[in-house]
């Protein structure tokens, strides 16, 4: 089973909106692995970042559960918390760049 990240509409957002460094995309991925159980280590090895598509991908066959809250190291799993983690990095910038 695999769970992805779409960053496609981030991307998305940062090219209509702001010129936000490549960082932020690094960020959410150093965010997610974080996020990720440290008792599974596996699982943070096999969480991989695709710079071209901009996805993050948790490729091993107990992401979706993990996802899902089944441990409780992540009791929110990784997606939302790195969904969450980008927007207000996104919210960021874009305040960054209206001077506020």
């Known amino acids: ?10 991307k998305q957002v940062f090219q209509q909106n702001v010129k936000v460094p ?20 596996n699982a943070r090895r096999n969480t991989n970042k695709d ?6 991908t948790a490729d091993y066959p107990y992401a979706e559960r993990l ?3 089944w441990s409780k190291q992540a009791p ?4 939302q918390p790195t969904i969450d983690h980008v927007q207000r990095r996104v919210n960021y910038y874009a305040n960054l760049n209206r001077g506020k």
């Open 76 to 79: 929110n799993g990784m997606v």
């Open 1 to 10: 089973m695999q769970i992805k990240v779409d960053l496609r509409s981030v």
């Open 67 to 69: 996802d899902n809250g």
């Open 51 to 56: 710079d071209i598509n901009y996805k993050i």
């Open 22 to 41: 490549r960082a932020i995309l690094d960020d959410a991925y150093d965010f997610f692995v974080k996020e990720t159980p440290i008792d599974t280590g």
